[in-house]
């Protein structure tokens, strides 16, 4: 009996979203089917490489059409991509899609306001109790929690400047944390066998 030869993805970032890519690249080659069910892909089935941006731009021309491609954040390459993309997914600032092998996944750079980010806190909450359902608890799955920024935003009128871009900043690393997990529990494979 023969192995299937195994799909490779070329994971793009830029310096900001690596920790995404990386954190992709693992959900990707960690052992989390279950006996029943196939968590975001099959086990064994997809081989990730991690690439930054300057890399990608140097090695562009020597890339063929039938490489499968994800882009991670608003990176320059992912610019020239995100208008030919077909949303698969449009909510709390995140975005994510693909057309043919070139996918991209990236959030808004805005702060979302209170009852945005409530919406959002829930979104996570759900995430994380149907990714405990699923697997085993390993720490690789866990969601970063957002819910320690709650009190920050009641009041983010009276906040300074400073504090305000601080929140911002926390937000969009949990964006991206979420956006990750989604696309890899959610999308991953139909981006693959699209």
């Avoid at 070329?10 to 989390?32: F, G, H, M, R, W």
């Avoid at 090695?59 to 020239?80: H, R, T, V, W």
């Avoid at 819910?147 to 926390?170: E, G, R, T, W």
Wanted: hydrophobic share 40%; glycine share 4%; aromatic share 10%.
């Amino acid at each position: 009996m023969f192995k299937a030869e195994k799909i490779k993805l070329l994971i793009v970032c830029d310096e900001k979203t690596k920790i995404y890519a990386n954190q992709l690249s693992q959900l990707i080659s960690a052992n989390d089917d279950q006996e029943n069910e196939v968590i975001g892909s099959k086990d064994g089935s997809v081989v990730a490489s991690v690439w930054e941006e300057k890399h990608f731009l140097a090695n562009e021309a020597n890339i063929s059409s039938d490489q499968n491609i994800l882009f991670i954040g608003n990176s320059k390459p992912a610019k020239s991509v995100i208008p030919n993309v077909t949303e698969k997914f449009n909510q709390y600032g995140i975005h994510y899609g693909w057309l043919g092998n070139q996918a991209v996944i990236y959030v808004e750079d805005k702060l979302l306001k209170k009852k945005e980010y409530d919406r959002f806190t829930d979104f996570c909450n759900q995430q994380q109790k149907e990714i405990d359902e699923k697997v085993k608890f390993n720490l690789l799955h866990k969601i970063p929690s957002v819910n320690f920024l709650n009190s920050h935003l009641l009041s983010i009128n009276i906040i300074s400047v400073i504090a305000k871009n601080k929140a911002k900043k926390k937000i969009l690393k949990q964006q991206y944390h979420i956006a990750t997990y989604h696309f890899y529990m959610n999308s991953l494979t139909s981006f693959l066998e699209d």
